[in-house]
């Protein structure tokens, strides 16, 4: 079992930065893939961005809204996964999840991952 706990949203205006924190705990986190995603009002839950497992640099994936804006990275020693927001826009208003996986490798859909925090609400203003 593999308990995720998410931190650090809030509200910021547009073209800021914030950087979200999800801390593992449980197993092996460093064996996990790990992965964001975000639900906005009225919409369903998508994915943003997924790291897979390395013990040096895991391979990320990105939504392509969010490319080139956002990064994702993971410490290992501190069983931790992060979401670096920049050039924030209104339209990243969501709850944003972290999820793990039992799987090395990174992911982009949803029902690969077994494992969910309870989200860190992100509120862009304009």
């Known amino acids: 079992q593999v308990q995720v706990v998410e931190s650090g949203g809030g509200l910021v205006q547009a073209g800021g930065s914030l950087r979200l924190s999800c801390a593992a705990s449980?197993?092996?986190?460093?064996?996990?893939?790990m992965g964001w995603f975000r639900q906005a009002p009225g919409k369903e839950r998508e994915f943003v961005a997924a790291i897979s497992f390395s013990w040096i640099t895991g391979a990320t994936d990105y939504a392509d809204s969010v490319k080139g804006r956002f990064t994702i990275s993971r410490d290992n020693g501190k069983n931790t996964v992060y979401l670096q927001m920049n050039s924030l826009k209104p339209e990243d208003t969501a709850v944003y999840y972290c999820?793990?996986?039992?799987?090395?490798?990174?992911?982009?859909?949803?029902?690969?991952?077994?494992?969910w925090g309870q989200g860190t609400q992100v509120t862009v203003s304009s």
């Open positions: 449980g197993r092996t986190f460093s064996k996990y893939a």
């Open positions: 999820a793990a996986r039992a799987n090395e490798g990174l992911a982009t859909t949803q029902n690969l991952y077994e494992y």
